[in-house]
């Protein structure tokens, strides 16, 4: 039987659990410190700009027909200046998929594991994640279906902290004693990050433009759980605190109690670990597209597995947390750079490739 | 394919059992898990840190309760942990502790170089107690009060039944803090003593930031309550030497407060704070009748007690220039940025006029139809 | 081991270059003789051999798969009542079919065919009926409300308990045999224009690339022609109820029948479906979505609980609400191993009592369960060897095991557990996460005859969710499956 299409739903939830990981655990620390008084706000415009972002991803699509990126940039443009750019953005990828795991491992470290290697951590997330990937695009899709749900059935116990939400702690001041606004929008841009990988999807997109839309649902549910999280945090804490909270996210959700079971927010920040894989998996999907595209002939579970090796062998240089929240901020201003890069780029391609048509039909 | 799958698990089981024959293991008899944590004030800003830990023996086919207590003298209190850990025969740990108490001297001097260790450490939970005693926290945590249970499942229980009947405000470590964060309020927390055989919630400990400055007397607890936050049970008795009102008590008081602001005249802030109280009787001393429209004139003349009674606790925290109730941010969010910084400073609160309102209501008044 | 020697028969069978087994193909050379026939059958004492000289005939078959009155009825009443003169005119009536070659005899004395030797020719007459079982309740999947009977080894009436439930021509059966010695018939039966005719394809290429020299039972068949041979979990559900495997047909899917046993298979399958049982159905529908989630329920505490506490006990001890925190600290006191290893104890034991509780006839079965429940519950406890809150655990991780409707889907998730137990004593929270991952991850490439395993989860089909989740209103279920993929998707046109 034919390989299914990825099911439109399946790329929203495929989207929006790549953009969502750990950032959300820091995102309303990093919001109250260069935004201040009702830093949520900046969620929404942000949202706002990564929509457009998405929608020229969309062009890419209808003005190429449907055709995967790398056919519309190999028709357009030669292939040796194209092998450097996707040696980049493969290597972009590659290393944002492997310090993705290293924060989140890093972070387990912190909470739980205080003298467990962190590198065997890693490798036993990365060998999951290569399990993962290993098992095909549709197939993570699928994964990633089942982990959502377990995952979306954390958002209503946000509800149980309504009892300590207080309007009153939001203040009607808007992005007062804040600094550093343009470090700040990058950081919040890049919590959105996982959205350009649409670009790689179309060949395996079903063969009609509703998907797109998809695209934004996945986003807007990204945008959706980070605004819950972030207003939760102003209202249950107040944003002089926030500012000297490591992880507010984790704080809130140590506040809950159960019958049975008080103190979850270990076992929540656990459960996490399916939005890292899938986080992960997509970049080092993607990585491997990149440069299965520069070496068609490897297969391509050989060229992943080398990949993966690499990019643990760099990620073990930062040791500590606050290198690689340096790393990722280096890193996601390469990505703010590839997600509106490569599809104008794609849009370069088709140009030229139309004006070559028009001039042989002439 | 299927090959590398396989292989692939059986390195993450190998990978498991690697990684996990860490020392993170925490299994729960072996670990000495804290449940109260004491500190005191020592001389050269040194402090006296105490623990108290169950402890739990098997013997043949017995197990026993007991505990182990240790009080140090250190400069902070992961110093204090390292010195007691050499003398017990478990690993210390601190992610069940539930009661955390200073003594008064110390909130005095200010807590804030202690919250650090608290706050730091993510083992320890946000919900977790904290309350101020008037002598000596080791004291306390040692002395075994006769007909109680151990002291830190007194404390746990005691302060728990008290946040739950409403008759004390709701304040834990998360709360404290958030209020030493928040510009318009300042923390407080619960106020024990020692009386005789037993601990007694005496009063409210308030501060200024991280230090203490003054406390309300259980007395006033009540009122102090009515005004920090809206109600929906609790109880309250009191006695006036009037004929009308010799002695009332009530319970499931449910009352409403409303802060308003508004500027005077005169450029000054001022916080009216009108309060709803309705109450079911349960026992009254006096010579009017509840069943008739005496009642009326029974509630004007609780009413009015109620409100000087606000109002003096008001004047006191006023005069202490803690901001308890939350003023302040009734105030932000009622001016523009600039208002509010030109007005945020030390004291605000005794620059404003603060006036309680209060209307009280006789929900019911019981089986006795008079 | 079989599929050991399934491989190894395999690798035979291309070394030699044939595609049959010497052992049970006859030399299809040589005329149709007696002589030659009863050579075929050399040393089969079993066989009975027949003369009625006054005919010159001569009858050769099994009597052990004949059916008496069949016999007696088609062909020893119409011989001995003949004279050598009318044995022509007889010959003409249509029972009796006239051997082709020797092969053809041979397979058909195999199948319970009397073979028939006159000098005018070979005949072949139908009389097949060995013994079988009687139509009873089923063991394993008995039920409270709905149709009693349940399948047996019986091909024929099997076939017949089906037919006799759907009416229609448009019920097909398409017949297949494997197994090189065994010859066993396997039916695949479908509703024309409800099942997708893809699957019934699929099927059928599996059925017939099938090299194993025998078939014993459906649920062996199942792990012949399932994609994933070393798949955790099932992939085709297996039944003995009448009535799912007709509300399977009719939902469209195929429904494979073995000879000789009792359980059908069902394909495709998805996962969730084995959480599902027909009295869902017999009772009203919020009884029913009720019972549904409450196995759903016990999925989660069958596959989570014991590792949730190895997890906590072992790492998390912060978790524990200060209300539990005196007893069970009480009650691990005086227990000398870590809470693995402890874990692993009791799992282990209740393991090996529920097999042998399963091996075991009734009456000594509940010898075992005495014992067992004496030894797990009050002994291993006040020896110091347990905890009771473990036992708790597992006793409710066991029951809910068997809350469970299909045993072999209870034995996976069974052994899940023990891979989420030792993941969670090492790693705490970490591995039991890192396992669930695992295994979600396992669940998403499996696939059922080339349906997705998880549907309607993922791919999501909210759709279905009615009645995969819950049971849900008849008046609501008015559609297939999206996994059969049927051409007819409309299934109830009842309005509410």
Known sequence: MAQEKLHRFSIAMLIFNTQAGVVQFILPRTIATYFGTNGWIVIILVYLIVTLNIMLINAVYRLGKGKSLFVILQDGLPRFMLIPVYLVAGSLFAMIGCLVVKQYVLIYQMIVFPSTSDLMLKIFVDILVFLFVTKGIYNMSKANLLMVFILLMIVPSGFMMLGDFDLLRLTPYVFKEGHDWLKGFASVYAAFMGYELSILLFPYAEKNNKWLKYVHLGNSIAMLIYLLVALLCYGFFNYHELKYLSFPLLDMFGYLQFPFVERIQNFIFSLFLFSIIMTSGMYFWSSQQMYSAVLPKLPWRLLLFLIMILAIGVSYIPKSLIIVEQWFDVLSLLEIGTAVGLPLLALLAILIQRGRSKHHAS | ?370 | MLQFISKWVQAKNKKSGRSGNPQSSPQASGPVTLQNIQDQFKDCSDLTHYTLPELQADLLFFDHQLDPHAYERDVLRPLLNITKDELEQLLRRSQFVAAKDVVNTVHGILNGYVALFLPQGVYLVDAYGPEKRSIEQSESESTINGPHDAFNESLGTNLGLIRSRLKSNRLKVLQYTAGEISKTKICVLYIDGIANMEYVQEIENRIKAIEFSSLYDGTMLTQLIDDFPNALFPLFQTSERTDIAVSKLNEGKLVVIEEHSPSVIIAPSSFFEFFTTPDDYYNRWVVGSALRLLRYLAFLITICLTPLYVGITTYHYEMIPENLLISLTESRSRVPFPPIIEALLMEGTIEMLREAGARLPTKIGQTIGIVGGIVIGTAAVQAGFTSNILIISVAMSAIASFVIPSYIMSGSLRLIRFGLLILSGMLGNFGFCAGIALIIIHLAKLTSLGAPYTIPAAPVKPRDWIDIFIRGPFWALNRRPAQSRSPNTKQNKMKK
């Open chain 2, 1 to 370: 394919m299927h090959h590398r799958g396989r292989l692939c698990v059986l390195a993450l089981f190998f990978l498991a059992i690697a990684a996990g024959c860490s020392s993170d293991r925490n299994i729960l008899e072996r670990v000495g898990y804290v449940r109260t944590v004491g500190f005191d004030a020592e001389k050269d800003n040194m402090i006296r840190v105490t623990v108290n830990i169950p402890l739990i023996i098997a013997e043949a086919n017995e197990t026993r309760q007991q505990e182990e207590i240790f009080s140090k003298v250190v400069r902070s209190s992961k110093e204090a942990r390292i010195l007691m850990s050499r003398r017990t025969s478990r690993k210390m740990v601190s992610g069940q502790i539930n009661t955390i108490l200073f003594n008064e001297e110390l909130s005095r001097r200010g807590l804030w170089s202690h919250m650090d260790s608290l706050l730091r450490d993510f083992t320890i939970s946000k919900r977790t107690e904290i309350a101020v005693v008037e002598e000596s926290a080791r004291d306390i945590i040692e002395t075994h009060l006769p007909g109680h249970s151990r002291t830190n499942q007194y404390i746990d229980r005691m302060l728990k039944k008290e946040f739950e009947t409403q008759t004390l405000p709701h304040v834990l470590l998360h709360h404290f803090c958030r209020d030493y964060f928040d510009e318009g309020r300042d923390p407080i927390t619960p106020f024990l003593s020692k009386s005789g055989k037993d601990l007694e919630v005496s009063g409210i400990a308030l501060f200024k930031k991280d230090r203490m400055v003054g406390k309300l007397s259980a007395n006033d607890i009540f009122y102090f309550s009515i005004i920090y936050h809206d109600q929906d049970r609790g109880e309250f008795t009191l006695g006036l030497n009037r004929p009308e009102l010799y002695s009332i008590s009530f319970h499931a008081i449910n009352n409403t407060t409303r802060k308003t602001i508004s500027k005077t005249p005169d450029g000054r802030y001022r916080a009216d704070i009108r309060i709803n109280i309705h109450g079911g009787v349960t026992e009254y001393i006096g010579n009017l009748k509840m069943s008739t429209s005496e009642r009326t004139e029974l509630e004007h003349i609780l009413s009015r007690h109620i409100e000087e009674e606000c109002n003096r606790v008001v004047k006191k925290l006023q005069q202490l220039g803690v901001d308890s109730i939350g003023i302040g941010q009734y105030v932000r969010n009622k001016v523009s940025y600039q208002e509010w910084k030109a007005f945020y400073k030390d004291n605000y609160i005794q620059d404003m006029d603060i006036v309680v309102h209060t209307n009280f209501k006789v929900k019911n008044f019981g089986n006795f139809f008079y």
